[in-house]
């Protein structure tokens, strides 16, 4: 089974200060970790995901995200808030074998401040 | 990346009614999945669309009231029944390529008023 637990509901920033939003998991396995995004009104939309491989990933819109295995973590971080980052963000967990069903944290709302 | 298209965008329902939702992706995809976001929520799994068979269903979700059909590789519908204020939400279609396994993409979703 899995869960994912993401720290902070609101989270508001400067424009061009750092974003942080944190993500926690459980899993009983290996699990592959996704961040999404959901701009209002919209469905959502894959930032970055880590599967197998860097801990380090890379993802659109300036996105990263490190998987820590001994924390249990999949933060996502941006160097420079801008206005246009203002959404709401969702970490999800799968399995990483035999099991596609994703796992949804409540989500984190960023709001940009100018 | 597979296009995924939801009909209707949106719709305003009387309660008792039912709802019939269509999600059309552009090419075939191995899985089919269907979520509701509840006002302010995160997203719950319903089901997992099967073709030629039943959807597999989640805890706290039946067939009777989330009537599911998937009768190719590129189309599938959700009915929502009966329907109650409750279900107000966000319900999205979502899906699985074969090329690119470890993406699931998400279609813009339907979202329901039942007054």
């Known amino acids: 089974a899995q869960s994912v637990t993401q720290l902070g509901s609101h989270v508001s920033v400067s424009e061009g200060a750092l974003v942080l939003l944190r993500c926690n998991y459980s899993?009983?396995?290996?699990?592959?970790l996704f961040w999404y995004v959901q701009y209002p009104n919209q469905g959502l939309q894959l930032l970055l995901k880590?599967?197998?491989?860097?801990?380090l990933v890379k993802g659109i819109n300036g996105f990263e995200a490190e998987f820590k295995k001994s924390e249990t973590s999949f933060h996502l971080t941006k160097p420079s808030a801008h206005m246009s980052d203002a959404a709401e963000y969702f970490c999800?967990?799968?399995?990483?074998?035999?099991?596609?069903?994703?796992?949804f944290g409540t989500g984190t709302r960023l709001t940009i401040i100018p | 990346s597979a296009v995924i298209s939801q009909k209707p965008s949106r719709d305003i329902c009387q309660r008792g009614t039912s709802l019939t939702i269509q999600c059309q992706v552009d090419?075939?995809?191995?899985?089919m999945f269907w979520y509701r976001q509840q006002p302010g929520q995160s997203l719950t799994l319903i089901a997992t669309?099967?073709?030629?068979?039943?959807?597999?269903?989640e805890s706290g979700f039946v067939i009777d009231k989330f009537p599911i059909s998937r009768p190719n590789l590129t189309f599938s519908t959700l009915t929502v029944s009966n329907m109650s204020p409750e279900d107000s939400s966000i319900y999205l279609c979502?899906?699985?390529?074969?090329?690119?396994?470890?993406?699931?993409?998400f279609g813009p979703g339907t979202r329901l008023t039942v007054l």
């Open positions: 979502s899906v699985l390529q074969f090329s690119s396994y470890n993406e699931q993409f």
């Open positions: 899993s009983s396995v290996p699990p592959y």
């Open positions: 880590y599967t197998t491989g860097a801990t």
């Open positions: 999800a967990v799968r399995a990483n074998f035999g099991n596609e069903k994703l796992t």
């Open positions: 090419s075939q995809v191995t899985m």
């Open positions: 669309a099967n073709q030629g068979s039943e959807a597999t269903y």
